[in-house]
């Protein structure tokens, strides 16, 4: 297909043809002189059309119809219309096929066909309503007239309409006898050209009666499934429509197999909704301006029915994009009436959200109606956001209501529609710039909805913040050395929304508050809350904000939440409380935390306490140790203090494993990072090792045991290859490890050597 599309930068661009090589080729086939257009060419093109992928197919279409002559056979008028007869008859006939990929090739052939042959007037059909489909006859015609084109959709019409007749009359036998929806794409396939093509569409009137009953045909289609589940307000979904057949056939309800005929008519019926929406899309977006506003408020209800009330994803793409296109023509229309549409449908949605009496439930994530709103507000023109300020405001009062008392699992919440409509707003892209203003808000909504005694709004709320997070927080900064790799400071967030400030601030000190009476129990929000900080970037300067009463404040409250008994809770608060931090003030908490922990060995010591604040340690030396090098007395101290002063936590009994194992991965961090010398390290590592040999058997099943063994397994291991007198230190760790009784030090050891990144060194020490 490249060879016949100009290019007119093509000599910049690999692979595209350039302009002088298009007007060559087209010489080229006007003179003759190249017979690639020729019939064997377009027999092969035919052959080609049938193919199982979709863009081979339309890529042979398209150069069928662009550079082959209509009729494409030379030879006799009789035989050439003969020859075409047959190819529409085929198209037709896979049109009525229950395989989509045949649906589809019949509605490319009688695209092609209708546009090359029927709308220029080259062509007449004859057909009657008692013939079968594919009985079509096909002759030329004198010259080019409106109602050929239009006689061609109404035969499609005609055999759709017979269909949904049958299955009307004799709804009771659920097996339908041919498939409709091959034909429903092949008239909107010939719809959107008859629309594109016709020069006088504006004006002809048998046309626009031709719409009308289109449309009314997609209603028909639509109601489908009720007459097949006797559901009348609601479509089913694929369980309804199966439980229907199986009550029909005298089945048990409930199987979990299904039969291929259910499979069968389950693919018909949806397939069908599908092609209608398509079909209504194709109208909405092509339909002239002078016949919009007769058509408009039919084309709406359709849409909002579908949308508001199906459960099928596949359906529900097809319709949401038709409605974005046809939304955006209503919201520019020159008529009032029809330009306030979009706002009467978002008016009936927050009136049904709020409405619990005739609210149905439609699945915990609101199935299609989050994608209405979003749908109308994306197509809102970018110098008028009125209908998103709206739906905001409403929205958020929506979701902050308190929940009813008792409330049945059918029946969902307002609070859950409003939730899940804030999350589509704010994972749409188009949206995001005039969204952010309404961030905090929401954060604090979600934040909220953890503790709600639902479970259809604890949910909501849990996916709506996993959007806020990514949104507030921006993407990721790969120049910043910060192992949270955001982009965005507390400080820069604070500075952007005061109000979620405050709101942290107040929920922090509470949550503080619970954990320092020794309470297990704390806000569903906490960790939430605790994991959006431990996300931000940390601070690169000292700013006035660092003094406020606010930092002082949330840095109290997360040094008290350091003291949780929950781990997780305590991991997320040392990591928060890094974020606050910038270089200078690192370096002197490092020194503070380690000191603080020092005095504790003279005196009674909380282990989860103590634990925090080994954690807040292992942050702070996680990200100052590539930076103070040169920091040789500030180096030299955090040192004296980890194996001298600290020294208690790894050779004290009544020192948890918890905490051993994270003070030896301190030292361990310290002693990689600083590049300090591993004889210190070493002695460590023996020492620990000797009195774990001292401890009872009840001990080696204790809490985090297993993380103890590993660590000085590894500690040993690797500071042996590390010494200069490597040989006999390996000689003696390799002994002690290799002559415990402790399996998980064997198995420690062993994962130790096989991640030495030096060969030579490794056979030096195993050979000793």
Not at 418 to 442: C, G, M
Not at 550 to 570: C, D, H, N, T
Not at 580 to 590: A, N, V
Request: charged letters at 20%; hydrophobic letters at 45%.
């Amino acid at each position: 297909m490249e060879t016949f599309l100009a290019s007119p930068p093509a000599q910049r661009r690999k692979g595209k043809v350039p302009e002088s090589t298009a007007k060559l080729v087209s010489l080229a086939l006007a003179a003759g002189m190249w017979d690639f257009c020729g019939d064997p060419a377009a027999r092969v093109l035919d052959v080609v059309l049938l193919d199982s992928v979709a863009e081979i197919r339309e890529d042979a279409a398209y150069i069928r119809e662009q550079y082959f002559s209509w009729p494409p056979h030379a030879g006799a008028a009789v035989d050439v219309w003969y020859g075409m007869q047959q190819w529409l008859s085929k198209g037709l006939q896979l049109c009525c096929s229950s395989r989509s990929q045949d649906c589809e090739i019949g509605a490319l052939i009688c695209k092609m066909i209708y546009r090359k042959c029927i709308i220029p007037g080259k062509a007449v059909i004859s057909w009657s309503n008692g013939q079968s489909l594919g009985d079509v006859s096909l002759y030329s015609a004198g010259c080019e007239t409106l109602n050929s084109s239009i006689d061609f959709i109404l035969m499609l019409k005609q055999a759709v309409d017979k269909h949904l007749k049958t299955t009307t009359a004799f709804s009771k036998d659920v097996a339908p006898h041919t498939p409709v929806y091959g034909i429903i794409l092949a008239i909107q396939r010939c719809v959107s050209c008859l629309l594109l093509d016709l020069p006088n569409v504006k004006t002809n009137d048998e046309l626009k009666t031709l719409i009308a009953s289109l449309l009314e045909l997609s209603a028909k289609a639509i109601r489908l499934n009720s007459l097949v589940t006797e559901q009348e307000e609601v479509n089913p979904s694929l369980a309804d429509i199966s439980e229907a057949m199986e009550r029909r056939g005298g089945q048990s309800v409930g199987s979990i197999t299904i039969t291929a005929e259910q499979h069968y008519l389950m693919a018909c019926y949806w397939l069908t909704i599908k092609e209608s929406m398509t079909l209504i899309g194709v109208i909405a977006k092509q339909v002239p301006n002078q016949w919009l506003s007769s058509i408009a408020v039919q084309i709406a209800d359709q849409l909002v029915v579908i949308i508001t009330r199906c459960r099928h994803r596949g359906i529900l793409e097809a319709t949401t994009l038709a409605a974005s296109q046809f939304f955006q023509r209503l919201l520019l229309s020159d008529c009032e009436v029809t330009r306030l549409i979009p706002n009467n449908i978002l008016e009936k949605v927050f009136v049904g959200i709020n409405d619990l009496s005739a609210m149905a439930s439609i699945t915990r994530r609101s199935a299609g109606l989050p994608l209405l709103v979003v749908t109308i507000l994306a197509a809102e023109p970018r110098h008028r956001k009125d209908l998103l300020k709206d739906a905001m405001s409403r929205l958020l009062s929506t979701a902050s209501r308190r929940e009813a008392d008792a409330l049945g699992e059918n029946v969902d919440l307002p609070q859950v529609h409003a939730l899940n409509s804030l999350r589509a707003i704010f994972r749409d892209a188009t949206l995001s710039p005039k969204t952010l203003q309404y961030v905090d808000k929401a954060v604090m909504l979600s934040i909220d909805g953890f503790s709600s005694p639902a479970w259809t709004i604890r949910n909501s709320a849990t996916q709506l913040f996993g959007v806020l997070v990514d949104r507030l927080l921006g993407q990721k900064d790969l120049e910043r050395d910060s192992p949270v790799g955001t982009s965005m400071t507390a400080a820069q967030l604070f500075a952007l929304y005061p109000n979620l400030q405050t709101y942290i601030v107040q929920q922090v000190l509470h949550t503080s508050h619970v954990c320092g009476s020794g309470a297990l129990s704390m806000h569903p929000g906490t960790f939430p809350l605790l994991a959006l900080l431990s996300r931000l970037a940390m601070e690169t300067t000292v700013t006035s904000k660092h003094n406020s009463e606010a930092y002082v404040m949330l840095s109290k409250g997360l040094e008290q939440l350091l003291i949780s008994p929950v781990f997780r809770v305590r991991e997320l608060a040392a990591k928060s409380l890094l974020t606050l931090m910038s270089g200078t003030d690192s370096m002197h908490q490092l020194v503070k935390c380690l000191q603080k922990i020092s005095e504790g060995c003279s005196q009674r010591f909380c282990h989860n306490g103590l634990h925090g604040q080994l954690l807040l340690v292992k942050c702070l030396v996680e990200k100052l140790a590539r930076n103070i090098q040169d920091e040789h007395s500030f180096v030299s101290l955090v040192s004296d203090l980890l194996f001298t002063r600290l020294l208690w936590l790894g050779c004290r009994e009544n020192v948890s494993n918890v905490v051993k194992a994270l003070y030896l991965e301190i030292c361990w961090l310290w002693t990689m990072r600083t590049n300090q010398p591993w004889n210190r390290l070493s002695v460590l590592g023996i020492d620990v090792l000797y009195n774990l040999e001292q401890c009872s058997n009840s001990d080696k099943h204790s809490i985090g045991r297993c993380k103890l063994d590993q660590m000085v397994a590894s500690i040993l291991v690797n500071s042996s290859l590390h010494q200069a007198s490597r040989a006999n230190m390996a000689t003696s760790c390799l002994g002690q490890l290799l002559c415990t009784d402790n399996a998980d030090l064997h198995t420690a050891a062993v994962q130790a050597f096989s991640e030495c990144k030096e060969p030579d060194v490794l056979k030096e020490v195993l050979v000793s």
